[in-house]
């Protein structure tokens, strides 16, 4: 299944939703609407997916658990996640899918492409590649995009997921590889193509991104140093049981 969180993506939603299928017709696709005030929703039914509503917006971590959760009550194997502006190209989306064979989750990296278009600059790309490196030593393998929100998720992480996913903003993307690693998940990355933005307007100003990723840096130490309650893991581990 591919989850599509979208908040007021009603100019690009159809196409995002046309080019998903169209490059790989056998997916099923579910659009999360996360407490849009414009026409998502029905854009989203017209274009042929499924749509869950959220009463109000929750951000993008809310968003992602809530399709986890439809990923995991329904069967799904593979949860991966596309943005609904158009940025990412999911043509690249059966490579990170056949990594799942020998991980957990994979995330479509940018940066990682000799020649890559996609830029980032300042503070924003500072902390990106403070990100990278921690995290690449929590994960005991080379991440050049932790904050990369083009990723797929197995039937372990599919299980954390859908039970703790972070709904801060970039913690859904940082503290959740930090989540996975240390419940057992193995992370890997596959180079892939970003482009600009479809439609619509960005969640986040630069200003705000910044800011952001700042929070996120503190929210990774957080995220490193706390203790999960043993009952947690005992839970999931029954849980990966049942399920296999």
């Known amino acids: 299944m591919v989850i599509v969180p979208a908040w007021n993506e009603e ?19 579910l659009v999360v609407d996360d407490g849009s005030a414009d026409q998502t929703a029905a854009r989203a039914r017209e274009a042929g997916a499924r749509v869950a509503i959220l009463p109000f917006n929750v951000g993008v971590g809310g968003a992602m658990r809530t ?5 995991l ?20 989306l059966p490579q990170l899918v056949a990594e799942l064979e020998t991980s957990d989750v994979v995330i479509g990296a940018r940066f990682a492409h000799k020649g890559d ?10 902390a990106m590649v403070l990100l990278a490196a921690v995290l690449s030593a929590v994960a005991g393998t080379r991440l ?21 996913y972070p709904a801060e903003y970039l913690g859904d993307t940082v503290e959740s590889l930090v989540i996975a690693v240390r419940l057992g998940c193995k992370i890997t990355q596959v ?8 439609g619509g307007t960005p969640s986040q100003s630069p200003i705000r991104a910044a800011i ?3 929070r996120a840096v503190v929210a990774l130490f957080l995220a490193l140093v706390r203790r999960w309650p043993a009952d947690f893991e005992q839970g999931l581990a029954e849980a990966l049981r049942k399920a296999a």
């Open 212 to 214: 952001y990723l700042f």
């Open 11 to 29: 100019a690009c939603i159809a196409d995002t939703i046309a080019e998903i299928r169209a490059t790989n017709p056998s997916v099923d696709v």
């Open 73 to 92: 009550r329904n069967g799904y194997d593979v949860a991966a996640q596309i943005d609904a502006d158009g940025q990412h190209d999911p043509r690249f």
């Open 144 to 164: 050049t995009d932790a904050t990369s929100g083009y990723r797929v998720a197995g039937r372990r992480a599919i299980h954390i997921f859908a039970e703790h």
């Open 117 to 126: 278009t996609y830029v980032a600059r300042g503070p924003r790309r500072w």
């Open 191 to 198: 180079p892939v193509d970003m482009r600009v933005r479809a």
């Open 67 to 71: 399709g986890f959760r439809y990923a």
